[in-house]
């Protein structure tokens, strides 16, 4: 996994530009500690910060090819994991490429000179990588099918920026500037981000699925990857079979490493699910340690109704013992929480979820102690329908969507935190609004659906492009943070295509939320997880935290701070002293999230200096 960051400008000579780059590049060393370098040519400059977890020796970046020691034809920066690269390597070798390093970024290079744009369809993998093609003097940028791994960009004219995130561009010639727009994104969809857009003027995100070609006659994007509906031909037994068998060889590929590497085990069905098919896969349980968040007896986590239920660490205990991994717990404790509660903002380049932010950066960094590499079970959920919101479903299947669905409306919103001004110019209702429309005209429906099954879709398409961004974005972050590369193999491709065909019946095998994968795994894992209700990742209770968010916000109440450009003093006030919960970013209610989101709120538009248009 690393960091990358680029600009191609076809109105100067970039050879002189070298300081900026390399300033661009060093803003991400926390996405690779392990190295880095810049390639400089007249319209083009890469930059590369490595984190090595293939082919440790030979795999530095940028890299580049041609046909001879002299001759460049294309070069690439490029962070993620590509999952198939040994099978496309012989391919490629079948047809007469040769190699200079055991490297995945190689294999993509010469891909492209096989295949061309087209090479990014043949990729199973994470990834986020530019090449410069020499030949041509054009620009290719690309991302993985669910957007696992981030890339921004910027387009000005004839000069175009990248970067891992945001804060690689705004360390070259890009200002922070947000308008209406960007405070939309932040206030009105913190848990739905339109996909694309960023809270940045004249930043964006390549979304998932995408390409883009960038050359002097300007930039054109095409969709590589999408949902395709259609009957699904499989009886349930033979469904729960084929969807351990894709599991399985997602897993498989995904152990693939040069560094030591480990599990995120919150003793959940999904993790638990992925490391009981990680141990048979590889064979040495001992060798394949197992990792969750812990708290200290006093700062239990909170329960917080449908979205956190019960303690993570004895179901995870549980499953260790019962497939014999060693399992290690990550203390998080409130004074880590308070003396690294920064963290979120300077990762994510705005405000964002506070202290579940800071929670897993804390677990990245005490798994980052002992693995480089963690499978994780984010994006089962998604996929098998495991979230309260999908109960929608079958409750009211022909009842139109009138909001995000895990956002009803008249909860306490972030919105409701601005001043009546600002408000009016962001129109965060109508906003929301507007973005649900725009997703459900997405969703590919097949013909004669019933109720449910179209209802199914929908719920399915939301939680796939509006809802998991937003996660991922996080896992990222806060992994990279630590130095930590994140695997996800519940976002196979080949899994999500099979299962969006999948009735919903069969999903909710047995009358169970996500029956479907307990039945694939049935019999892996104790009876105790598979009967287990879903619970989020675990929000602390520590009440020293809890008194300095509180404490730190009266002193910004007292004070002429430049939040309150944008949010209401007066009522923020008044509900302080009612102890009224803050609304925040989070789609769970918590005391400290709109006390959090306030604070980080004031620090990134004095940190980062940011202008309001």
């Avoid at 979820?353 to 102690?369: A, F, H, I, K």
Wanted: some cysteine.
């Amino acid at each position: 996994m690393c960091g990358i960051a680029g600009w191609v400008d076809y109105g100067r000579d970039l050879r002189a530009e070298e300081n900026v780059i390399r300033a661009m590049t060093d803003t991400m060393i926390h996405r690779g500690p392990d190295g880095g370098d810049v390639w400089l040519s007249r319209h083009a400059a890469f930059g590369h910060r490595r984190l090595a977890v293939i082919d440790i020796e030979g795999g530095a970046q940028p890299m580049a090819v041609g046909d001879a020691a002299d001759d460049t034809q294309v070069v690439i920066t490029y962070g993620g994991e590509i999952y198939n690269f040994t099978e496309l390597r012989a391919e490629l070798a079948a047809r007469g490429h040769s190699f200079g390093t055991r490297s995945d970024t190689e294999v993509v290079l010469r891909a492209y000179l096989e295949w061309g744009d087209s090479a990014v369809e043949r990729l199973n993998g994470m990834f986020a990588f530019a090449i410069w093609d020499t030949r041509t003097q054009e620009l290719l940028l690309a991302r993985d099918r669910l957007g696992v791994k981030p890339l921004y960009y910027a387009v000005a004219g004839g000069r175009l920026l990248f970067g891992s995130e945001p804060k690689a561009l705004l360390a070259g010639p890009l200002r922070a500037e947000v308008d209406a727009e960007g405070l939309a994104e932040l206030f009105a969809v913190p848990t739905a981000p339109t996909p694309g857009r960023t809270v940045y003027r004249g930043m964006e995100q390549l979304r998932p699925g995408h390409v883009i070609r960038f050359s002097r006659s300007g930039v054109r994007t095409t969709r590589y990857w999408t949902l395709s509906s259609h009957s699904h031909p499989d009886d349930l037994d033979a469904t729960a079979r084929h969807v351990r068998d894709l599991l399985a060889d997602a897993v498989r590929r995904q152990l693939v490493s040069d560094v030591p590497i480990g599990m995120l085990l919150s003793g959940g069905l999904d993790s638990s699910a992925l490391t009981a098919l990680a141990v048979t896969e590889s064979g040495a349980p001992d060798k394949l340690p197992t990792f969750s968040v812990e708290f200290p007896p006093t700062e239990e986590p909170q329960r917080l109704g449908q979205w956190n239920r019960a303690a993570d660490l004895p179901y995870a205990r549980e499953v260790a013992t019962a497939l014999g991994t060693a399992h290690i717990g990550v203390l998080v404790d409130g004074g880590g929480l308070l003396r690294h509660g920064g963290i979120g903002l300077t990762s994510r380049d705005r405000p964002g979820w506070g202290e579940p932010d800071t929670s897993l950066y804390l677990l990245s960094r005490g798994v980052r102690e002992h693995v480089t590499v963690a499978l994780s079970g984010d994006v089962s959920d998604e996929i098998f329908g495991g979230y309260p919101f999908f109960r929608g479903i079958t409750t009211a299947p022909s009842a139109p969507l009138e909001s995000f669905p895990w956002a009803p409306p008249g909860l306490p919103a972030t919105a409701d935190l601005l001043l009546p001004e600002v408000a009016r110019a962001v129109r965060p209702q109508e906003y929301a609004r507007e973005r649900l429309r725009e997703a459900l005209a997405e969703v590919p429906h097949a013909s004669g659906e019933e109720p449910e099954e179209r209802r199914a879709r929908e719920i399915t398409y939301l939680a796939l492009t509006r809802w998991l961004p937003a996660l991922l974005d996080r896992t990222d972050r806060m992994s990279m943070a630590a130095s930590l590369e994140v695997r996800v193999p519940f976002a196979d491709h080949r899994l999500i295509e099979y299962l969006w065909n999948v009735p919903w019946r069969f999903k909710t095998a047995g009358g169970s939320p996500k029956g479907l994968l307990g039945l694939a795994l049935a019999d892996l894992l104790p009876q105790s997880v598979l009967r287990r209700a879903k619970s989020g990742y675990p929000a602390s209770s520590s009440p020293a935290f809890y008194a300095e968010m509180r404490a730190q916000v009266d002193d910004l109440l007292s004070r002429d701070a430049p939040v309150f450009q944008l949010a209401d003093r007066a009522k923020i006030a008044r509900w302080v002293r009612n102890d009224t919960i803050l609304p925040g970013p989070r789609a769970a209610p918590h005391p400290t999230g709109g006390l959090d989101f306030l604070l980080t709120l004031d620090r990134w538009l004095t940190s980062y200096q940011v202008s309001l248009r």
